[in-house]
C-alpha cells in the first residue's frame, strides 16, 4: 500500500510544482512538467509513490478571457506522454484535486460549464499522460445554496454534463461541514462515481451516525475491481489559534470579558494576537501515529492508498513511516516498512530536527477558513 502527500514539497522549497509566472510572462504547461519531474526525482528517491499534482499545472488553460493559453494542453502531448511514462516506470500514483470553486453543482449554469472544462482539462492531462484509472480527479460535492436535498441532486446534473473522460476520471469526497458520507453514498447509488472517503471529514460531519469501518467498506466498493481505492487521512489541529486583530481607538482599553492574548497588550498598541480555541476541520501539521495506526487496525483486511494531507506535505509522510516503525510495526508492514528501514528511518528523523516548515495557505478542502 502507498503513502502519498499533495502538490508541495517542503522538503525542498526550491523544487516548484507548477509554472507560477504571471499571464503576461507566458507561463506554460511545459515548464511546469519540467519543474514536477524534478519532483518525481525527489519522491522516488525518498521512497514515495504517490503524489498528487497542483490543479495550477496547466497555467490559466482555461481562462475564460485568455484564449491564447487553451490550447497548451495538447501543445504539451508528447511532454504529457514523456511524464506519465516516467511515472508508470517509477510505479508513481498521480492525481489531481481542482479549487474550492470547482462546482458541479452551482446554480449559476455558467459557473458549472467552467467547472467542467477545468475538471475536462485535468482530465485530459491525465488521459495524455497515458496513466490507468487509478489516476483520478477529486471533487467535493458543493455548495447548499439554502438546500441541501437539490443541491445534491443538482451534482448528478452537473455529473450528466461532464464528457466521458471526466466522468472516468472524477472521484467523490465526503466533506467536513457540508456534505457527509451518506450524502455522497446517496449520490453514488445513482449515478455509480467513484468515492474517496475522507477520515478526518467523517468525524467532522456524520450526522446520520454511520459506523467507520462500514462506511469505509462501501466506499472502497465504489471502485472497480482491479483498481485500487484510495483514502485521505489527516489529524485535526489541536493548538490554539492565533489571530492578530487591530486595535481602533475606539476599543482601546475595552477588551472582551475573558479575552486570552498571547501576550500582555500595552496601552499604545495598535495590534493584539488573540489566542482562540482550535477549529476541529484544520489539519494538524503532522499526521498522528496513535491515531493513523487505530484507523488501519481498524481497516484490517482492506486495500487501499492513503494521500496523507498534513500541512507539511512530504515532511509529515516521511515522519509518520519512522513513528509507525516505532509504535506500530505491523501497521507499518502494511506500506512495505520493515525493520531494516530503521537506520534510514533514524537518519530522516534527524534530518527533521534541523528545522521543518509547514504550508501557510488552507488547503483546499479545509472547509473553515
Known amino acids: 500500500m502507498r503513502l502519498g502527500f499533495p502538490v508541495k514539497v517542503m522538503g525542498r522549497p526550491e523544487l516548484k510544482s507548477n509554472d507560477t509566472r504571471r499571464w503576461q510572462a507566458g507561463p506554460h504547461l511545459k515548464c511546469s512538467l519540467e519543474h514536477v519531474d524534478r519532483v518525481l526525482d525527489y519522491c522516488a528517491a525518498k521512497g514515495i509513490s504517490m503524489y498528487r499534482l497542483s490543479s495550477d499545472l496547466a497555467p490559466y488553460a482555461t481562462h475564460p478571457d485568455m484564449p491564447q493559453f487553451h490550447g497548451m494542453v495538447a501543445e504539451s502531448d508528447a511532454e504529457l506522454a514523456a511524464f506519465g511514462a516516467k511515472a508508470r516506470s517509477l510505479d508513481m500514483r498521480l492525481s489531481f484535486h481542482p479549487s474550492q470553486y470547482v462546482l458541479l453543482n452551482s446554480p449559476n449554469p455558467e459557473l ?11 482530465a485530459e492531462m491525465l488521459d495524455r499522460m497515458g496513466l490507468d484509472d487509478e489516476a483520478v480527479v477529486i471533487t467535493h460535492v ?11 441532486a443538482r451534482w448528478i446534473e452537473g455529473w450528466e454534463q461532464c464528457p466521458e473522460h471526466v466522468r472516468r476520471r472524477l472521484v467523490l469526497e465526503n466533506d467536513d461541514i457540508r456534505f457527509s458520507a451518506a450524502d455522497v453514498l ?16 467523517f468525524w467532522c460531519l456524520n450526522p446520520e451516525g454511520l459506523d467507520l469501518r462500514d462506511t469505509l467498506e462501501r466506499f472502497l466498493a465504489s471502485w472497480p475491481e482491479g483498481v485500487r481505492p484510495k483514502i485521505h487521512f489527516s489529524s485535526p489541529r489541536t493548538e490554539m489559534r492565533e489571530v492578530k486583530q487591530k486595535i481602533t481607538p475606539a476599543k482601546r482599553g475595552n477588551a472582551a470579558k475573558d479575552e486570552v492574548t498571547k501576550a500582555p497588550v500595552k496601552p499604545n498598541a495598535r495590534v493584539k494576537t488573540v489566542l482562540r480555541p482550535p477549529v476541529w476541520t484544520g489539519h494538524a501539521d503532522f499526521t498522528n501515529p496513535f491515531e493513523f495506526s487505530t484507523f488501519m487496525r481498524t481497516a484490517e483486511g482492506l486495500t487501499f492508498d492513503v494521500m496523507l494531507e498534513g500541512k507539511s506535505k512530504d515532511l509529515a ?6 513513528d509507525l516503525l516505532r509504535y506500530a510495526p505491523d501497521v ?7 525493520a531494516e528501514d530503521a537506520a534510514a528511518l533514524a537518519a530522516d ?9 509547514a504550508e501557510d495557505a488552507p488547503d483546499v478542502d479545509e472547509g473553515a477558513a
Open 112 to 122: 458549472t460549464a467552467k467547472s467542467i472544462l477545468d475538471l475536462a482539462s485535468q
Open 142 to 152: 458543493g455548495g447548499v445554496y439554502d438546500d441541501r436535498e437539490a443541491a445534491r
Open 186 to 201: 446517496w449520490i453514488h447509488e445513482r449515478t455509480g462515481v467513484r468515492l474517496i472517503f475522507d477520515y478526518q471529514h
Open 317 to 322: 509522510l516521511i515522519k509518520l513511516r519512522g
Open 332 to 338: 507499518a508492514a502494511r506500506f512495505g516498512i520493515h
Open 349 to 357: 528523523d534527524a534530518a527533521l530536527e534541523n528545522g521543518v516548515d
